[in-house]
């Protein structure tokens, strides 16, 4: 399990023997259970999650209603940029969608590394600009696509999450209702 993560910053920037040693010395991996909150809407968070295995689920409540704009899987970085950076309370839920197994990282851990090896805040600094490319991304597909447009991307680009996750976080994600999404999957089925 270590070495998923030692290797996701390998590909970003070689590491040392020492490096990684240090790294590993302060991964805490936990294991969490299909359904475990990790962050509550108006909780301000304290950590930093990377997936090793199983699915986190981002979500607002809004009216009553969980409206899901993100899911996060194998090798990608959970967290909560506004909540954490500014030390605010959320806005949004973060959830196991699966039984997961997730690196678990805090403020003070990662400050003691960049005090230690410089180059890891570089690496941490090219991780971030990857999550906000990614948020980006996502952003402008709820502004310029339609529904079955975004349905496509995910579909394309993470076809994963269809055996993985329930169709109604789906749809939710997608913006739609799920008898809108059953009509939508006919629709592309149909499509010569």
């Avoid at 590993?24 to 509550?40: P, S, V």
């Avoid at 909540?83 to 973060?94: A, E, K, N």
Wanted: aromatic letters at 10%; glycine letters at 4%.
């Amino acid at each position: 399990m270590h070495n998923k993560l030692l290797n996701y910053f390998s590909k970003i920037m070689p590491l040392t023997e020492e490096e990684a040693s240090a790294i590993a010395e302060t991964m805490n991996i936990q294991r969490y259970d299909k359904g475990t909150i990790l962050l509550r809407e108006g909780q301000v968070s304290l950590e930093a999650y990377f997936v090793l295995e199983g699915c986190v689920r981002q979500y607002y409540l809004i009216d009553g209603e969980e409206k899901t704009n993100n899911f996060f899987t194998e090798e990608q970085w959970v967290v909560s940029i506004t909540s954490m950076s500014q030390q605010i309370p959320s806005t949004h839920f973060m959830e196991c969608c699966l039984d997961s197994i997730l690196v678990v990282g805090n403020r003070q851990k990662e400050e003691d590394l960049y005090k230690r090896f410089p180059k890891l805040e570089t690496i941490s600094r090219k991780v971030m600009e990857k999550v906000f490319a990614e948020q980006q991304e996502i952003m402008a597909s709820y502004t310029t696509d339609t529904p079955e447009q975004r349905y496509l991307k995910l579909l394309n680009s993470r076809p994963d999450l269809f055996q993985r996750i329930p169709q109604y976080h789906i749809a939710s994600y997608i913006g739609v209702k799920p008898e809108s999404l059953s009509r939508i999957r006919k629709r592309i089925i149909q499509k010569p």
